[in-house]
């Protein structure tokens, strides 16, 4: 095998709030890659960093009276600590306001500037008479300019997915001021992407060639190119919070420009440190054009376009090197839907560590986890089920029925041999889990574990058909009894090694009571015998229902006992990094569709958010929608997705209508909903997907997942009725 040095790195949380499961979905994923990696042989290092710059991190410290720089430090050090106490072990976690990343990013800027890059203009931008400041699209609100909803941003509605710009908006507002906008001009920093658009196609076919970024995400991609790319730009004025741009005072770098060269000074400060085994100018052979390393990274879909244009384009201008793999992942739901304050469902990593173990949320995400850009769900239900089963009931089960055997009959010694019979099923077994390196290098840790579970039931089977219990009251069959204990605990050890990428805690415990360090994968192939065992504990225990419970509960009292406020002020360039955001990235307001986003149902959930649990609406409102009845010709199923299922309806007077919903869980037989009537939204915009146009929205009652019914209709009502 030829061992790889890697540079991997996870998307930057943002330094304006707590880490939430969300985020952890990604940590969690690039912690069990970095770590399978390194038990397979692999040289890797392993950084992160705070998102720390932006417009918002400067308001919320001045509405709390004090310093952005004690702001970050504070959410620093609630972060790092959240993340280790997850078992995410970054081998530097920094944050992207220190020097290393000010020289970075200046270095970066001032290379794409000499070879000419880079370009300035003056833009028209709303500005706030009252903040006296420039208005990012995300700051401004007012009313939607096509459904007339209100509070809506100023770059699309969250209600219609129409996509407009600031302008277009009807009595606009700033989120900051309450004051009204006034149109002001500006001059701004650009980098010119269409400098790069040749390298940047050829750059995305080989990623997707190479299997280093999903062919979903080069194949959206490509909608960037159908007119050109036009220039970015990467200038904010003052005030703001950030980098001042080398010779342009009071302009600085937006968010987006240095958060990714984050990663490279994270990287040097670890360098620096002299830990690891690195000295200062490993940086240098890291980052270089004609590096022979890798660079990973991990993010989220909502931030694609930032790392697969902006900032590939900025390291190619600047004669260094591009990423080697990008790897894309879902959003997060709880229990079938977005995470919810109100439900309690918006879980701070904190809150859950302070009730449930980090490694069984590291296990249940890590067997939704495949390759692909799908969402993945924490179905509480489902979470209680598989832990209790997988982990008690199927691993640690087996040491705990043999374990005590080994100490009371044998001085705590494992059997110095095997006989061939018991050696051969051992080798088989190790043979079928050698196939996990493979597919946790290919982050399907989903299909790994089915593997491992696999295994884990032919071991059971092996020692619920032997019965050691009854074996031990036999004193004529101690030597058997040996054997037995043996082969059942190397099962034991086998499966350890393979689960220890994504569960370490419980396993680091496992390896304790085996009496040896923690191997690598290559250990697996030869059993542990003639060792002597530590006095096994119980390594972990059942979920309890009622913790669980109590999480959520803490959940909804956070939010309670949080002190009344104006809502967060948003992230520049469109919602959290590694959350559930769907908004499109600024500079791209022309994109009404969240890059990957699949669902039918978002319309309808920023609805749900835009109104808030408990408000009211006019009867206005309600007429705005026109509801009608619709008969079912066509259901079946999407190739591609596991959430959706395609309609076709008759709509009477409107015609036929094809219209894709996320209920598929719900309706393993779509066929039988031929004939059926159903109510749907008529006038929603229609939404372009990679599957077909959704030409509305059917309406169905439940908490989602498998809980969804379809809205029926009396006999009386006809195709093409409306609702009212």
């Known amino acids: 095998m030829t061992t790889r040095e890697i540079l991997v790195t996870s998307a930057l949380p943002y330094a304006n709030g707590p880490i939430h499961l969300g985020h952890m979905l990604e940590h969690i994923q690039s912690d069990i890659w970095v770590r399978a990696m390194r038990m397979a042989g692999h040289s890797v290092h392993y950084v992160c960093a705070d998102d720390a710059h932006g417009s918002a991190i400067m308001l919320r410290a001045e509405k709390e009276g004090i310093t952005p720089q004690a702001l970050i430090d504070g959410v620093w050090k609630e972060h790092s600590s959240a993340l280790r106490d997850f078992g995410v072990a970054y081998d530097h976690y920094s944050s992207t306001h220190t020097d290393a990343n000010r020289e970075l990013t200046a270095r970066i800027w001032l290379a794409l500037r000499a070879a000419g890059h880079t370009e300035s203009k003056p833009v028209k931008q709303l500005y706030d008479p009252v903040k006296e400041m420039f208005l990012p699209d995300r700051y401004i609100k007012g009313e939607c300019p096509k459904c007339h909803s209100k509070d809506q941003y100023g770059d699309g509605c969250e209600v219609c997915g129409t996509a407009y710009t600031p302008a277009d908006l009807i009595n606009p507002y700033s989120v900051v001021s309450g004051a009204t906008p006034v149109l002001r001009e500006s001059e701004h920093y650009f980098v010119k992407l269409a400098d790069f658009e040749a390298m940047l196609k050829g750059w995305l076919a080989q990623r997707r060639d190479a299997g280093a970024l999903q062919a979903e995400v080069v194949n959206k991609l490509q909608e960037w190119f159908a007119d050109g790319l036009r220039s970015w730009d990467v200038s904010r004025d003052a005030p703001y919070f950030g980098f001042e741009i080398p010779d342009a005072p009071g302009k600085y770098f937006y968010v987006w420009v240095d958060a990714p060269i984050g990663y490279f000074a994270a990287f040097k400060e670890l360098c620096d440190s002299g830990r690891s085994g690195l000295k200062p100018a490993d940086l240098e052979r890291f980052i270089r054009a004609d590096s022979k390393t890798d660079m990973v990274h991990f993010i989220g879909k909502d931030i694609v376009y930032f790392h697969t244009l902006f900032w590939p384009a900025m390291l190619h201008g600047a004669g260094l090197r591009t990423p080697t793999a990008v790897n894309v992942h879902g959003f997060l739901t709880v229990n079938g839907a977005k995470m919810s304050k109100s439900r309690g469902t918006f879980i701070q990593a904190r809150t859950y560590l302070n009730h449930l173990d980090p490694d069984w949320l590291r296990y249940y995400l890590a067997s939704l986890l495949g390759p692909t850009l799908a969402d993945v769900d924490l179905d509480m239900k489902a979470f209680e089920e598989r832990v209790n089963s997988h982990l008690v009931g199927k691993w640690v089960n087996i040491a705990s029925r043999c374990a005590g055997f080994v100490h009371k009959f044998f001085g705590g010694k494992l059997s110095a041999q095997l006989p061939a019979e018991a050696s051969a099923s051992y080798a088989d077994a190790a043979k079928r889990l050698s196939a996990c390196a493979a597919l946790y290098e290919a982050r399907d840790y989903a299909a790994a574990l089915r593997l491992i579970m696999d295994v884990a039931d032919t071991a059971n089977a092996y020692v619920a058909d032997k019965a050691p219990w009854k074996m031990a009251k036999d004193d004529g069959q101690r030597e058997h009894l040996h054997v037995v204990c043996t082969l059942a605990l190397n099962y034991f050890r086998l499966l350890t090694i393979w689960l220890a990428p994504v569960v370490p805690s419980i396993a680091a415990r496992a390896f304790a009571f085996l009496g040896e360090a923690p191997p690598r994968f290559e250990a697996a192939n030869t059993p542990r015998l003639g060792a002597t065992l530590n006095e096994f504990s119980a390594l972990t225990t059942r979920i309890d229902p009622l913790k669980i419970e109590a999480m959520i509960e803490a959940s909804k009292e956070n939010l309670q006992a949080a002190t009344p406020s104006p809502q967060p002020l948003p992230r520049e ?151 009212k």
Do not use: W
């Not at 009537?677 to 059917?698: C, D, H, T, Y």
């Not at 309406?699 to 809980?707: E, I, P, R, T, V």
């Open 573 to 723: 360039g469109g919602g959290a990094k590694a959350a559930a955001s769907t908004s499109p990235p600024a500079g791209r307001a022309n994109r009404s569709e969240a890059m990957g986003s699949t669902s039918p149902l978002v319309g309808e959930v920023a609805a749900r958010s835009v109104a808030g649990e408990g408000s009211f609406i006019s009867i206005d409102d309600f007429a705005r929608m026109d509801l009608r009845i619709g008969t079912v010709l066509e259901c079946g199923f999407v190739e591609g997705s596991d959430k959706l299922l395609r309609f076709v309806l008759d709509a009477g007077e409107l015609g036929r209508r094809q219209i894709f919903s996320g209920i598929r869980a719900a309706y393993a037989e779509p066929e039988k909903l031929i004939g059926r009537k159903v109510v749907f939204i008529a006038n929603l915009a229609p939404r372009k997907m990679r599957f077909g146009v959704s030409e509305g929205m059917i309406l169905s009652a439940g908490s989602g997942g498998d809980d969804l019914h379809l809205l029926d209709a009396d006999a009386g009502a006809k195709a093409g009725m409306p609702v």
